[in-house]
């Protein structure tokens, strides 16, 4: 059974930092592409950054050179550095797996319905 369970979250003032963790199951890890998708009360779910198993990686544009995606094949795991934190950044994030990828890792981060399992969130909120 896929298993996607996020850690990491929590509140800190702006300007701080945090890393999440995602921690995959049930599946072969390296064979997949993963992303990590976040919500915030009365918005949509955006894209935050998506990464190929052979590293290719797509950033949306309001976290580039601030937050950074990554990943541990052996481990199966995922994470997100976030440094920098802004108010604007406070949202419940998840972490996703596309388990047959076939698009490119800018594409999939625009296009969340390509994923085919979510863990649970884990909150990120950000103060001033």
């Known amino acids: 059974q896929v298993q996607l369970v996020e850690s990491g979250g929590g509140s800190v003032q702006a300007g701080g930092s945090l890393r999440l963790s995602c921690a995959a199951s049930?599946?072969?890890?390296?064979?997949?592409?993963m992303g990590w998708f976040r919500q915030a009360p009365g918005q949509e779910r955006e894209g935050v950054a998506t990464?190929?198993?052979?590293?290719?990686?797509a950033y949306a544009d309001n976290v580039k050179g601030r937050f950074t995606i990554s990943q541990d094949n052996a481990k199966s795991t995922l994470y997100l550095q976030m440094n920098s934190l802004k108010p604007e950044d406070t949202a419940m994030y998840y972490c996703?797996?596309?388990?047959?990828?076939?698009?490119?890792?800018?594409?999939?981060?625009?296009?969340?319905?390509?994923?085919?399992?979510w863990g649970q969130g884990t909150q990120v909120t950000v103060s001033s």
């Open positions: 996703a797996a596309d388990l047959k990828p076939v698009l490119s890792a800018s594409t999939r981060l625009r296009r969340p319905g390509l994923f085919d399992y």
């Open positions: 049930g599946y072969t890890y390296s064979r997949a592409s």
């Open positions: 990464i190929h198993s052979a590293g290719v990686t």
